[in-house]
């Protein structure tokens, strides 16, 4: 199975300061046809996943532009440009590449 | 606006069985393969299986094989997840969840609230 490691797994920013998760795997996520099934999910506390960014950089509709995503083979990061309080929550990323599916073990983002 | 209504999570008995559904609405049901991720108390997300739109394909982690069974009704616009031998460290929220993809799942855009399922005698 294929391992994605995010660091840090708990992330306190003081607001409107940047953020920045990293999530690394452990085998190549670039598929057959050419793409990279990387996605960003945004967890707040007590609701269900939101997914914020898929292949690797492209952001959901309705997703705030101070959200982005990059990377690429094994190496992906999500930023956060102004960390607002409505960002608080665990982000998980998660690799559609390869059966099974596996997510990063999560990060809690917190305020200071 | 795409809608997902999970149902059918309750406490069972370890070896039991239990069968959750999904109720889909706001989008064209079968061309979306469907997934079922759950979410163990406290911990992170874990993958339990997807279906292809039109049911033909169907993908699960060896933690599940065997003992879940995932299925699609697209004339009734549900998703289910037959579970059986079910074991304590099954207990989780279910999760049902939309794929941006049909016949390929790589990435679910949509999810629903989650059903409780508790696996304890």
């Known amino acids: 199975d294929v391992v994605m490691t995010q660091s840090p797994l708990s992330l306190p920013v003081t607001l409107g300061q940047p953020a920045s998760i990293s999530c690394r795997s452990s085998q190549s996520l670039v598929y057959s046809d050419g793409n990279t099934y990387l996605n960003w999910f945004q967890q707040r506390p007590g609701q269900s996943p939101r997914r914020l960014i898929y292949?690797?950089?492209n952001r959901d509709s309705g997703v705030p532009d101070r959200f982005s995503g990059s990377g690429s083979g094994t190496d992906f990061t999500l930023k956060i440009s102004r960390v607002e309080a409505e960002d608080v929550g665990v982000y998980y990323c998660?690799?559609?590449?390869?059966?099974?599916?596996?997510f990063g073990q999560g990060t809690k983002v917190e305020i200071k | 606006e795409v809608q997902l209504l999970e149902s059918g999570g309750v406490l069972v008995q370890p070896g039991g069985s239990l069968r959750l559904s999904c109720a889909a609405s706001?989008?064209?049901?079968?061309?979306?393969?469907m997934s079922w991720v759950r979410q163990a108390p406290g911990k992170g997300l874990e993958w339990v299986s997807s279906?292809?739109?039109?049911?033909?394909?169907?993908y699960y982690p060896d933690s599940v094989k065997g003992r879940f069974t995932i299925s699609r009704d697209n004339s009734k616009t549900t998703l289910f997840l037959q579970m059986n031998s079910l074991r304590a460290e099954d207990t989780a929220v279910y999760y049902c969840?939309?794929?941006?993809?049909?016949?390929?799942?790589?990435?679910?855009?949509?999810w629903g609230q989650g059903t409780l399922v508790t696996v304890s005698s």
């Open positions: 292949m690797v950089s």
């Open positions: 706001g989008f064209t049901f079968s061309s979306y393969a």
């Open positions: 279906i292809s739109g039109g049911g033909g394909s169907t």
């Open positions: 969840a939309k794929d941006q993809d049909y016949t390929n799942p790589s990435s679910p855009d949509y």
């Open positions: 998660m690799q559609g590449t390869h059966w099974p599916w596996t």
